[in-house]
């Protein structure tokens, strides 16, 4: 199980202030042996983890992050971004929008035509399905069927034995009957073969369509790859469909495939119901690769631990009256240093809600930054130094007003007096406070 892998992995690096070679070699090695577990191909694995490693050390870990946290979110992000970040749409132009499907037999065509077609009509285009499988009869009639249940008509030529001369009527008959969308439901073999390839890249040739989708099973796990690489070269799609996403699949192969041939995924299916497909979105698959629903909660669970310890340690240094501006600057530089601030403070227990709508980024922190390096070392030790002419002075070095300073300035004393009566309260949600 993977998530019992992270959360071991993690382990290994729980209370440690920073990730070095030493603390991340464990945890990234069972990184990798978890992505292979998830079907994703070792080349494609080892050059994730790799990157991940090199992204990783020597990151400073904020108090508010365990190295492990701030690892698991790291991996996070780099999968999503290796899947292209955001949903690709398709291309809807042309007159009429013509969608080719490719792939071998089974892996899941002719469904997902037919729910393509559904999620197009309920988009309020008319749609016309195309039968271009001329091997199998039955092949037919399974479009058929399905257009008859969702009510999209199916263009068909059971005597015609040539699928380039059908895909071209069907393109004349949409045309004259004012379809807006034709989805063209091709022939598959069990196994990539020259003649298949001939044939898919002659109607490619022939109808010139909007878009090229290549289908393929998911459960496949690595010949999934292998397909997609020999249907590439010879079809040049753009964007692959990954089908049968509904077993206990990992979804590995989404990975390994947009890394091995570069054309976004962008849809996937996920049961043999019309309405059982979706847009791809990286986030999301990146999660299920990672199991992330229990890696959260994990995090979540490391943060009670740090809300804990962060309070005891700020107790100490509030009653001793000694929190001062230098901590508060330690604790800002390290959020900015680990990038999406919003991300990071969403993170701490209770702030996450309160900034959701705000929007908080690197530039609204460089005021207040600039206002506690002008402070001498004693005054950041000990604001109640700051009187008058102090703040002018401030104000003039960090190129901010009076009233700038004024505000900052209260704005600590309030969190220092929220501190000491709450006791509770960590400094990240009193810096977001501050923020606000
Ligand atoms: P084709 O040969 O490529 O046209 O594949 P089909 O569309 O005929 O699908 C092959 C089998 O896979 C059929 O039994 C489908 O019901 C099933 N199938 C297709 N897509 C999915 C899916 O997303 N999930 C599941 N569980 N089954 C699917
Ligand atoms: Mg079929």
């Given amino acids: 199980n993977l998530s019992v892998k992270l959360d071991r992995a993690f382990k290994t690096l729980k209370g440690q202030g920073s990730i070095t070679e030493v603390n991340v070699a464990s945890t990234i090695k ?56 955001t949903n690709v749409p398709m291309d809807q132009t042309g007159n009429p929008n013509t969608i080719l499907i490719a792939g071998l037999q089974g892996s899941g065509k002719t469904t997902f035509s037919g729910k393509l077609a559904n999620m197009l009509k309920k988009q309020g285009r008319t749609v016309l399905l195309a039968a271009c499988d001329v091997y199998r009869p039955a092949a037919i009639d399974q479009l058929k069927v399905l257009g008859e249940q969702i009510g999209v008509e199916v263009y068909t030529e059971p005597d015609e034995k040539n699928p380039v001369k059908i895909a071209k009527n069907a393109i004349k008959y949409a045309k004259e009957q004012g379809k807006k969308s034709l989805i063209i439901d091709t022939a598959g073999r069990l196994a990539v073969d020259e003649e298949m390839m001939q044939e898919i890249s002659a109607i490619k040739k022939e109808i010139n369509p909007s878009e090229t989708l290549f289908v393929v099973d998911s459960m496949t796990g690595q010949d999934a790859v292998n397909t997609a690489a020999v249907f590439n070269e010879r079809l040049d799609f753009d964007g692959v469909v990954l089908t049968k996403l509904d077993g206990d699949t990992r979804g590995g192969a989404a990975l390994s495939i947009r890394k091995e041939v570069t054309k976004p995924i962008k849809f996937i299916s996920t049961g043999e119901k019309m309405d059982a497909i979706d847009l791809f979105h990286p986030d999301r698959m990146a999660k299920r690769i990672l199991g992330m629903g229990d890696v959260l909660s994990l995090v979540e669970k490391a943060q009670q631990n740090f809300d804990q310890e962060e309070a005891r340690r700020i107790n100490k240094k509030i009653k001793k009256n000694q929190f001062g501006f230098d901590d508060f600057l330690s604790q800002m530089e390290q959020i900015k240093k680990m990038g999406n601030i919003k991300d990071l403070l969403g993170m701490v227990p209770g702030v996450g809600k309160a900034i959701k709508d705000i929007d908080i980024d690197d530039d609204s922190l460089k005021p207040i930054e600039a206002i506690i390096k002008s402070m001498t070392p004693d005054e950041r030790e000990n604001p109640d130094l700051i009187n008058g002419s102090r703040r002018q002075r401030i104000a003039k070095g960090s190129g901010t007003s009076v009233n700038q300073v004024n505000q900052l300035l209260k704005q600590f004393q309030q969190m220092r007096k929220m501190m000491k009566t709450m006791n509770k309260m960590g400094g990240a949600k009193a810096l977001s406070n501050l923020m606000r």
């Fill in 30 to 85: 069972e990184i990798r042996r978890a992505l292979i577990d998830a079907d994703v191909n070792y080349k494609v694995a080892k050059e994730v983890t790799d990157s991940i490693k090199e992204k990783a050390l020597g990151r400073d870990v904020l108090i508010a992050v365990s190295p492990g946290q701030l690892l698991t979110k790291i991996v996070a992000e780099e999968l999503t971004l290796l899947m292209g970040e």
